[in-house]
């Protein structure tokens, strides 16, 4: 009875606050969150995992692999490469896009945008990011690439790019097509690369806007943008041959998580698989910043014109480890006893192996800092007649 009283409640102040609603995925839902599922297999999702954003580091996975439908969870990719073109230059938020034909046809989740009218690609961001809308999405495709099927071909392309060798579009939007397929570990990586974009969660993270000078409201479709803390978003997706499907995305005390279950049976069991998958993490893991070594041995140089080359190197900002490890964490360090000469600068002298107790968190190269050329017979003169004059 509450929540049927929230959503009435909702729906009132909507239309009382002018114009006809966007159409979303599900009805929006103003109620608390479901409680946190288990983190085991029981958890109700097909398929899950748990990453952090900025190390990819996987933290859980249930069937991460297995190819399903992620409705909407595509517009991902298609924001993606809004944010790519955005960033380039190729286009602008305040370029003005004209609706096709073909997007008004979409159905489903739209902003009801009509053949000829025109909304800006910042208009139709939010709409794509906060209310799922299909007609948005294809016409940010169909201005990026001349048509969908354009358009598809660069998602395509993007995915082989990131690494995605489960993922095939089929479209823009995400309506169920045969063999429009991706994976719960695919769908987690072009998440990862959509947040290096920081303008994204400037819809992503956006509970409630509107369109048209107010005569289009948008609620977003992820209530975790509204009551679970800390979250940036990002999409969520359902549609029949899908279920209920969700990318979350959500920071705290510097650490970032990205949670994605698809499959669910029902929108409360995404949100409650999704909220349990970043509870876990939360509560679990921690980001601890790696010091860079210092003092690190010389390295010798056989038939060079110096003897040595001295050693630096770049670790990673952060590592993820359990909470409980966060001040066992170790970096040994291996490096080469002697390398021939000509050295080049850059070059691998050794790693850092980065672990607690007996588990490897990570590893990064140790680098030669400068170049050393090989000792030739003229060389080797030049430097005994310098020595000479010198003395």
């Known amino acids: 009875m509450g929540k049927r009283l929230a959503a009435a409640l909702t729906a009132a102040l909507v239309l009382c606050a002018g114009g006809v609603p966007a159409l979303a995925e599900d009805v929006a839902d103003i109620t608390a969150l479901e409680t946190a599922a288990k983190v085991d297999d029981s958890f109700p999702a097909k398929s899950a995992i748990l990453i952090e954003q900025e190390t990819g580091r996987v933290l859980f996975e249930k069937n991460a692999d297995e190819q399903l439908p992620p409705a909407s969870i595509t517009k991902i990719m298609t924001l993606l490469l809004t944010m790519e073109a955005l960033d380039s230059g190729r286009i602008t938020l305040d370029d003005m896009v004209t609706c096709s034909e073909h ?5 489903g989740s739209q902003i009801w945008f009509e053949e ?17 809308a299909n007609d948005a999405s294809v016409a940010l495709g169909e201005y990026l690439a001349g048509s969908e099927d354009a358009f598809v071909e660069q998602m395509n392309e993007r995915a082989r790019q990131l690494g995605m060798t489960n993922t095939i579009f089929v479209n823009a939007s995400g309506l169920d097509a045969e063999g429009h397929l991706t994976t719960a570990r695919d769908i987690a990586t072009m998440s990862r690369e959509l947040l ?24 977003n479709t992820n209530k975790l943008v509204r009551f679970y803390d800390g979250c940036t978003g990002l999409k969520t997706g359902t549609t029949n041959g899908a279920g209920s499907c969700l990318a979350a995305s959500a920071t705290r005390k510097g650490m970032s998580l990205v949670a994605v279950t ?21 509560s679990n893991y921690a980001r601890v910043e790696l010091p860079a070594l210092e003092n690190l041995a010389p390295v010798k140089v056989k038939g060079g014109v110096e ?9 990673p900002k952060a590592v993820i480890v359990r909470s409980a490890d966060k001040d066992k964490i170790e970096q040994e360090a291996k490096i080469l006893p002697d390398v021939e000469a000509p050295v080049e600068e850059g070059q691998v002298l050794g790693k850092v192996v980065v672990h607690v107790g007996d588990e490897t968190i990570c590893e990064y190269q140790l680098l030669a800092a400068l170049p050393v ?7 080797a003169f030049g430097k005994l007649f310098n020595n000479l004059i010198s003395m």
Request: overall charge negative.
């Open 373 to 379: 050329a090989k000792m030739t017979f003229f060389k």
């Open 307 to 315: 003897q040595q080359v001295e050693v630096v190197c770049e670790p």
């Open 116 to 132: 000829g009218e025109q909304l800006s690609v910042d208009d139709l961001l939010k709409a794509t990011a906060i209310s799922s």
């Open 196 to 219: 290096n974009h920081p303008l994204i969660t400037n819809y992503s993270s956006v509970w409630i806007s509107e369109l048209r000078d107010g005569k289009t409201q948008l609620v």
């Open 262 to 282: 698809l499959g669910s049976a029902t929108s409360a069991d995404r949100f409650s698989a999704a909220r349990g998958l970043l509870d876990y993490g939360f």
């Open 103 to 107: 997007a008004q046809s979409m159905g």
